[in-house]
């Protein structure tokens, strides 16, 4: 089974992003939940530590008031000591109980909660009796009471306290602990997620490159395989191009000189039959007649056939005679007037560009009658110094580009191409074709191009 390297980095990529996708929202929920727990901590601490400090002060304010009744003689106002005592024991009552129910949710120790109402209960219990003193015994007796009685239960009240408080501060150190060390278990777990991203990330990216590299090279060979297949079949091309070039010049030319000389052999035989019968032999003479008209028709007609395999006279006198009888004939054929223009000097020109000239000027002719309907051509050839331009356009119903090209405009292409021109075709419906072609000229030799310009 075909490994599919897309398939693996696809599946590679995916689980990256998944596990990132988990990673964040672990994280995002455990850092949450560790926020959460640090706010509900410092809220408990907060709390418990008001509320102490509020009974504290309550303890405070009762030892006052107490001493200042003692000190009061009046005993008109003792109901309103003892009311403001029992709205300080109501309110320290009130603030023991949500006392206990915030010990309770933070855990802490409920005898001590339990000893402090025992001391707070004795020590209300004690300042009761004080109300009914009279001033005599508020006199004689404040004093040691307040010093026996009375401070030994505050004092023992605010120890309870104190405790309370030292215990909080413990449990809220030991929840910091706990904080602390979950904390660390979050950012240990975050950077294992972080370093098997990473891990994932390295092998997903390392094959990703290694199959990219394997492709890469792989595509550079397929590349160079299609360069070399391509460079061979226009080297096979250009091998039949030529070799027909070649196979038509023979042809012609056996078809010129030896055809052609047995053919005007035969006419001389036919003409020396014709000499040689007698007077009255009417037949003979009708036969030997209808010969020689046979013969001229095919002698016009191998000189026709040797000129469009290759016209001699394009070795013989060149690029711009060859195609003025071209020309000529061409309209000859066809009854399609060709406006032809030469200008620049073709006298140079190696037989490569004057046959790749020759065929792409017949074979647009060609395509002219066969699918443009034109009444008019314009053939225009300029030769340069560098390059040979040939440009052809027709009055006919133009480009058809639903149309594929035909065998004849990819044999122009191949040849100029070949000689490494350039060739566009132009045109829009109803408003005629025009086909452009370039041809590069090689440069002379220094010697040569000195010896020009001097001639």
């Known amino acids: ?16 992003l998944l596990l990132i996708l988990v990673s964040v929202l672990v994280a995002s929920r455990r850092a949450e939940e560790i926020y959460t727990q640090v706010v509900q901590l410092n809220t408990h601490h907060q709390e418990v530590e008001g509320k102490l400090r509020r009974l504290r002060s309550d303890v405070h304010l009762s030892g006052i008031f107490v001493r200042d009744y003692l000190l009061d003689q009046e005993r008109e106002r003792a109901p309103e000591y003892r009311e403001r005592l029992r709205e300080f024991r109501s309110t320290t009552l009130a603030t023991l109980d949500q006392l206990r129910a915030l010990e309770q949710r933070g855990a802490a120790g409920d005898d001590r909660i339990a000893s ?50 030292e215990l909080n501060n413990a449990n809220l150190t030991a929840q910091r602990a706990a904080v602390t060390r979950r904390h660390a278990i979050f950012r240990s777990d975050l950077h294992k997620l972080l370093w098997q991203s990473l891990l994932l990330g390295t092998v997903v990216a390392l094959v990703a490159v290694l199959r990219l590299r394997v492709l890469e090279r792989q595509s550079v060979e397929q590349q160079a395989i299609a360069e070399e297949a391509e460079r061979q079949m226009r080297r096979l091309s250009h091998q039949l191009v030529a070799t027909q070039e070649e196979e038509r010049k023979k042809l012609s030319r056996e078809l010129h000189d030896h055809v052609g000389q047995t053919l005007t052999a035969l006419r001389m035989e036919l003409g020396r039959i014709d000499r040689l019968r007698q007077p009255g ?17 095919v002698v016009r007609t191998v000189r026709d056939l040797a000129l469009g395999l290759r016209p001699s006279m394009l070795d013989d006198f060149g690029l711009q005679p060859a195609l003025e009888w071209h020309v000529r004939d061409f309209s000859r054929r066809f009854g399609l007037p060709v406006e032809l223009t030469f200008s620049g000097s073709f006298g140079e020109l190696s037989d490569e560009h004057k046959t790749c000239t020759y065929r792409v000027v017949q074979e647009a002719l060609t395509n002219c009658v066969r699918h443009s309907a034109a009444s008019r051509i314009r053939l225009a050839i300029r030769g340069g ?7 052809l356009s027709d ?59 001097a001639g």
């Open 395 to 453: 009055d006919g119903k133009g480009l058809d580009t639903a149309r594929r090209p035909g065998l004849g405009l990819r044999g122009i292409e191949e040849r100029v191409r070949e000689l490494g021109g350039t060739l566009s075709i132009s045109g829009a419906a109803g408003e005629g074709t025009t086909l452009t072609v370039r041809l590069p000229l090689p440069h002379p030799a220094p010697e040569a191009a000195i010896a020009r310009t």
């Open 385 to 391: 110094f560098d390059a040979l331009e040939l440009s």
């Open 281 to 297: 032999e009417t037949p003979l003479a009708q036969a030997v007649g209808e010969s020689r008209t046979l013969v001229d028709d």
């Open 1 to 16: 089974m075909r490994f599919k390297a897309w398939l693996a980095a696809a599946f590679g990529l995916g689980g990256l």
């Open 116 to 165: 402090l109402q025992a001391q707070l209960d004795a020590y209300w219990e004690t300042l009761d009796p004080l109300f009914d003193w009279s001033p005599a015994e508020k006199l004689t007796q404040s004093a040691r009471f307040l010093r026996r009685e009375v401070l030994p239960r505050r004092e023992a009240v605010l120890a309870i306290a104190q405790e309370i408080e």
